[in-house]
């Protein structure tokens, strides 16, 4: 049995980028799960955040759990049963996919910081490549979370025809000076470890502090202080778990930053990790409407679309889910629009699984 | 002329500390403005967030703007005309008082981390030997800003009968896990710092990228998302001020969270800084009523209060100011809860003055 369940594309050579330079002989890694149809138009590509990989869900060739094990299967929210559903790893993301820490084919060196600036376009034009690739001209489905509903908006902006009815989850037409402020410190923290040595590091010095700063920053931003009221309260470790010195770890809110961080650093490569980072930033759905979000998404052409945020989200807050489903109504689609009141934050769509399955599974359901 | 406006309060000695160990020698430093009536019943006491000193507006000796030089002042909210006001730099501040950077008399060296633990009900402890020093039996008003805050209710609870009417801005009752999680995440920003070098750093060899993290998340949740949204946008530095790296200064926003890093690192010892990011997620009103809050809060005897707060804080939300006023009230003062719009989040005590002026002002003028 294989238990790599990855595929891949090999991008077009030279593979040009949206900022300006290019890439060679890059690839993207992808998985799928379901069959598809003869009439090729069964198809669900879901378009990830910032670090997860094309593993989304178990299948025959890997059944370790994905990232939306809960939502995609035989029977769930995104039913394999009927649907063909393709996830892609971000291009610039280490998770197969080529990123700063691939060969450089003209050095035969890593990229590093030679890596050509990224965007969610160009994520969004390497994602395109698969779909074409596998024979599909249209997609009965485009979803895309957080960051990913960011490339998905640039992929249907992009690519005109290519996509009937959309999903968007916690995600943001373009990015607010708070949601840049969060990502520029944690891009500073990676920078200002002296281990990340100018993108230079290795396994054995690797920026550690750094990347711990940034995934406790991210978990913060991720999750919300109502649920974690609830959650963690003043509870304190029991006195064998704590530190012996007055900072370190005392109440378990620290404690499950601490544990979120070791389980992130070592597993996402430091410098591919700044490239998406700042890719988020830069995108802006105006530019393609003249400066206006609303114009920008007006060019966008779907026939349906639901969008999902919550009220939680300090990251991406509801307002800017409100201004998709504002913008794909006015450029003519049938748009639902979902607000939840997941105490969970901008990770919602990862844990209240109740809530998210019953509105995507419910949107799949009626088309 | 003397310009140094700082008077000096002696601690009694050993000064015992409530976590444990006592300080030798220590003193606190405050300023004043304004007369003391001769029946000594006129004082106000500004009791100061984590990083102001005792000079809250400028003074004959002092006459450079202080931290709230806007609401201090003849004819001001905080009318200096009828008022004899006082503001002490907290126990454990480096801005004259006692700190981990002052000499430990055991040793002829600085404390560093050998300060002995700090809570606020130390720093309400000294404030009060402050005000007793003066001949002032009870404070016609004590004033808590930010941590300040925290620091007034241990003032009222420890010393009943000391103060007649509080005025509590954007502060809390307890810290609650989101604040308790920045600010360790701040900590850990300096202590991963190979300059804080456990401690012992010096200005030539400061802490300086761990500080400049630390204030930069301080800045980014004293403010709110809705400001800078307004503020901030998507606005670009101009090219010439950008750094050449697409990891570097680029969006205005960017720029604006790095002066006012800039202008913070060197000017704050980083171990008080530990020392008071700390004591403010130990200090817990419900260590006074059995581990209730509005418990906690009922022991505290004052004729009146007005609390305020403001809808955009996200570190010390509005939900706790209303906790507050609900316990003040219930413990028997007459008490005023303003609930402001102001877009600057926590900070809008120090930035949004008229409404700050015309609550403060109102409450004071009523007295």
């Known amino acids: 049995m294989n238990h790599d369940a990855r595929r891949y594309f090999a991008l077009p050579s030279p593979f040009a980028m949206k900022r300006g330079g290019e890439l060679h002989g890059a690839r993207v890694a992808y998985e799928t799960w379901g069959e598809l149809s003869a009439a090729r138009d069964n198809a669900v590509l879901i378009l990830t955040g910032l670090s997860p990989s094309a593993h989304a869900a178990s299948n025959d060739e890997d059944p370790s759990p994905g990232w939306w094990e809960a939502m995609i299967g035989p029977g769930k929210a995104i039913d394999t049963s009927r649907w063909y559903v393709i996830c892609v790893n971000s291009l610039g993301s280490d998770k197969g996919s080529t990123c700063a820490a691939s060969i450089n084919p003209a050095t035969g060196e890593p990229y590093r910081l030679d890596f050509p600036e990224l965007s969610l376009e160009d994520v969004a034009h390497a994602a395109h490549g698969v779909v074409n690739s596998l024979g599909i001209e249209q997609l009965a489905c485009l979803i895309g979370c957080s960051m990913g509903g960011m490339s998905a908006l640039a992929y249907m902006v992009l690519h005109p025809g290519?996509?009937?009815?959309?999903?968007?989850?916690?995600?943001?037409?373009?990015?607010?000076?708070?949601?840049?402020?969060?990502?520029?410190?944690?891009?500073?923290?990676?920078?200002?470890?002296?281990?990340?040595?100018?993108g230079h590091y290795d396994d054995g010095d690797y920026p550690e502090a750094g990347m711990s700063i940034a995934r406790k920053l991210g978990v913060i931003t991720y999750r919300s202080a109502m649920e974690w009221n609830g959650r963690f309260a003043r509870i304190r470790l029991d006195p064998e778990q704590r530190d012996d010195n007055p900072f370190g770890l005392e109440f378990e809110v620290e404690s499950y930053l601490e544990g979120h961080a070791r389980r992130f650093v070592h597993t996402f490569d430091p410098n591919s990790y700044l490239y998406l980072s700042r890719a988020s930033d830069w995108f802006d759905i105006a530019e393609y409407g003249n400066g206006s979000v609303m114009e920008g998404l007006k060019r966008i052409r779907i026939k349906q679309a639901m969008v999902i945020g919550v009220s939680t989200d300090i990251l991406f807050p509801l307002e800017q889910q409100e201004q998709i489903a504002d913008g794909l109504r006015a450029a003519g689609a049938e748009v639902e629009f979902v607000a939840l009141n997941s105490p969970q934050g901008h990770d919602a769509f990862l844990v209240d699984i109740p809530n998210y399955s019953r509105a995507i599974g419910g949107f799949l359901g009626r088309l």
């Open 162 to 198: 290519s996509v009937r009815a959309h999903i968007s989850v916690d995600t943001a037409p373009q990015a607010q000076p708070f949601a840049i402020a969060i990502r520029s410190l944690q891009r500073e923290a990676i920078r200002l470890d002296p281990h990340w040595n100018n």
